[in-house]
């Protein structure tokens, strides 16, 4: 059989209907546009924030790695070598540190030995030039010109010897090093890598925390929790040793892609809805009209060919429009939402890749097809009977009970289950739009700044004293002094202070309670073991000095509130009792609880004490001074009776008004006063709010600027939805009107119908829009912040849906009613 | 007693630069309980002259006096009131509620109007019309005559003073016509209720206690009254 050549004239036809029906038209290229500028922008933001985070994370660690283990042995080298998930593994090795050269006496720098992998792979992309080759003898180096700066030496180049002194486990060496190579770009610059041999005569060894590096290169790119736990067991790495993620960003990446997908999930699925809702609404309503083709000679393959040629052009022209909108306004927006994701980089490099490009017009394309298979084959259904003006009729039902209520209910009722389907996708897509807004304001405002930055027992302000960072107490400075502290307490701005006292102790050695500890500590933070020292600890304790904080009532009574146990306050404020900072040991509090514990202050050996410990905490606030022995909590006022004007290391200051920037600068000029003012250190809530907030604020508007899209897309089905229920019962609501329904039970009917459509919308939010919002923001939340729905904007959303969804059939009916008497709308459909 | 009453009623409709009068000073009286059927041309202003009568259409002129009120004065509310009181609608294509039951339908006028349904009453109705075995089911699945009964009693429950009969056989075979009209008129002077009917069909006009023409607009003599 022949083709039949008929394209060109489906083609006119559908181009002349095209332009018929320019209003629908528009909305639905409206709709594939909006649709293909999300993707868009959505696809081009993930690959933007991959590629930025990547680079960061190049930049800031120097080289391509996704995890370092600190420390290793031959054996777990060799899994790593094996390892299926691992791409390479590059070893660095810290092989000792610059002391002085002729030029300058104090040096920054280090000395570092890269393996080949390391060098060739792991760092290379972070290298913008190189000059030379990586060193191959002892007496060799690479270097960057920061390194030769930092020894006043700039002017060297390749070939050029310098001498140097510096220090290794062995000692202090001087020696005449040849610059075999020179290099510049990103990472530490401060290092001179050296070659294998000079590693080897340096006495450090790989297996050492604090010298061997394993970087790890991952086959994924990408590391998940999962595979961090995997390869930590595969490694078997002990306690001593340290398997790190090269950067948390890293984690957050997951959740990054989780949330493109996510997002490209819900903009096709709205895209969707509102193209398959217009075209089905605009095929049912041309039935006759593809009835009558049908009569005069037009095949049902022809009609499909028809409509699907409308809605092709429709996508090609909505695509187009979409992916120009996205270009245009991608170089203001994508850089924002980027950097509100996190990204520091000033210049963001957005990232138009094709795949990007054709990943947008495949998912709108895979939309549009999915969106007006139904509609377009609906239209083929119509039979040449219906065009000649008669109804179908569905015998699908036959009888019906009559229904309860009142009329009207019934009748709103009637009306939105007459197809299900259609309404179902209605209340969807509200409901959708409805649910991303909640999840946005559940997630931005209990997430948001002022939630999260939250300090120790509320304080606003927490001022250091730096100097007591010093390791002799001579070179302490009393910079928070009564005439300080009474200065704070005076101004009427401030509610109260919590000052954190410091004096040095010495704990004798005792056989239980700090054999368990200094077990626990050394295991886990020094590289020697107990043993080596413990004889040394027994005969010189005064070497292994640690501190007792100092803390008031209050701060107790809120640090009693956050033990597992209670500790009596009575005991606590006697000096009877007291609370052991536990420095991350995990000990367990059965073999502390009740011990006692002797000790004496550094500055009077003779008079000792003894206390029994009641508490354990982890409050890395008390953690600013830590000794090698346990430190001890206990009341300030106990302290003020043993020793004379005990050091204030720390002070908490709380406002009597939240976020008081006036109270907070006067307590600024009070330091810049101060003879001490370049050893004050402080953090303040408000700086770090205003800092939180500018990340967030981006995220804030970007947020809502997707939930008011969605929103937009919601409304449009509603919007389109109801105007063509109305067109289509116009006959019927004129009937009503005919047989004496008024205006008002009109009008109340529609209501009720809006009503119906924005209870259930409110109802899909409440309970999918919910659950889905609970478990994104337990997914996130790592503060454990209780879950709690902001009950403003929620109400106000659900109000405008109400709102809207009662108005637009309104306006619809007001509109399309208004220029026709009762007998021109019924004879219309006659 | 008239309980229909017109007065130099006109209705112009301006089409482009033409008027068209659809109704040209029509005076124009139907007694209580009167069945009269109004014949005319297609366009001759039959189905005008019935719209203005049920206070579907504004007249350009003249007025329209039914049951003592003059509806003239009444705004788009209170025709409506009017009309599910006063007025009982049959239309040729039926115009039921496609997805209301046969007795929903019927009671519609009721319910709107916010009385209580007299079952007793519907129930006589639907014998009367011989609907009672079809009460629970959809327009849909009936006949075309038997919808149009459906609609016969829609028009008849809520008791109003007058029923308007816009071609309620044109969409019926002539068995069907002659059933319908059968119990509509049967009904209708069982409860006392005036019809004013609209055909083209001479037959159907037959059954009628008067026939009026019309004729562009105009009433034309020639139409009467029958024994």
Known sequence: MLRNNNGAVITRMATHSLVRNKGKNIVLILAVMLSAFMLFTVLTVGGTWIRMLKLEMLRTQGGEFEAVLYGFTKEQEEICQGHPEIKAVGIGAYSGWGIKTEQDDTLHSIFVWADKTQWETILKPARKWVKGSYPQKANEVMVTREVLKDCGMEQLNVGDSFTITYGDNLGEHTRELVISGMWGGYGDKKTFYVSKEFFEQSGFMLQDNATGLLHLQLKSGIITNKLFERLEKDLKVDKKQRLIPSSTAQTGMVYVLLGVLGLIAVICLSAYLLIYNILYLSVSGNIRYYGLLQTIGMTPKQIYQLVKKQVWLIGAMGIGMGLVLGIVTSFGLIPAIVKGLGIHEKHIEIVFHPFIFGLSILFTVATVKIGSRKPARLATLSSPIEALGYRKVSLKKQTRKPAKGGILWRMAKERIGRDKKKTAMVVASLGISLSVFLCMVTLIESQGPRTIVSNYMESDMIINNDTMQMREKNEWKPLIDISFLENIKEDEAIKKVYPVYNEEIVIPWQAEFIDYWMTNFYDMWMQEAYDDVKEDYQKHPEKYYSFLVGIDKDAFRYLNLTMENTVAEKDFLEGKACILYDNMLGLDFEKVNGQKISYYLKDNPKQRYQMTMQGITNDTHYANLLGTPPTLIVSSTFLKKITKNPYISKLGIEYEREYDEEAEDRIKDLMDDSSYKKDFSYSSKIEEVKTVEKAQGNMMRIGMGLALLLAFIGIMNYVNTSVSNLQTSQMELSVMESIGMTQKQLQKLLVREGVLYAVSALLFAATIGLFITYCLYQSMNYRQIPFEVPVLPVLLAGATVMLMCIAVPLIAYWRLGRKETLVERIRGFE | ?227
């Open chain 2, 1 to 227: 007693m008239n309980i229909v009453e017109t007065k130099n009623l006109k209705k112009y409709y301006t089409l482009g630069e033409n008027t068209v009068k659809a109704l040209d000073g029509v005076d124009f009286t139907v007694s209580e309980q009167e069945f009269v059927a109004i014949i005319g041309k297609s366009g001759s202003g039959k189905s005008t002259l019935l719209h203005m009568l049920g206070g579907l259409d504004t007249p350009t002129e003249g007025e329209v006096i039914v049951d003592g009120r003059r509806l003239g004065g009444m705004n788009r509310e209170q025709l409506a009131i009017f009309r599910r009181r006063k007025v009982g609608f049959i239309f040729q294509n039926y115009n039921l509620v496609q997805d209301m039951n046969v007795y929903e339908n019927i009671v519609l006028p009721i319910e709107l109007d916010g009385m209580h349904v007299d079952d007793g009453f519907v129930a006589e109705l639907l014998d009367v019309l011989k609907l009672t075995e079809k009460r629970q089911m959809l327009p849909g699945t009936l006949s075309g005559g038997q919808q149009q009964r459906v609609a016969i009693a829609r028009a008849i429950a809520s008791k109003p003073a007058i029923i308007l009969a816009d071609e309620p056989t044109g969409n019926l075979d002539t068995q069907s016509s002659h059933d319908v009209m059968g119990l509509l008129k049967m009904a209708a002077k069982q409860y006392q209720q005036t019809i004013v009917l609209i055909t083209h069909d001479h037959d159907i006009a037959q059954l009628a206690d008067r026939i009026v023409r019309i004729e562009d607009g105009r009433l034309v003599k020639g139409g009467g009254r029958i024994a």
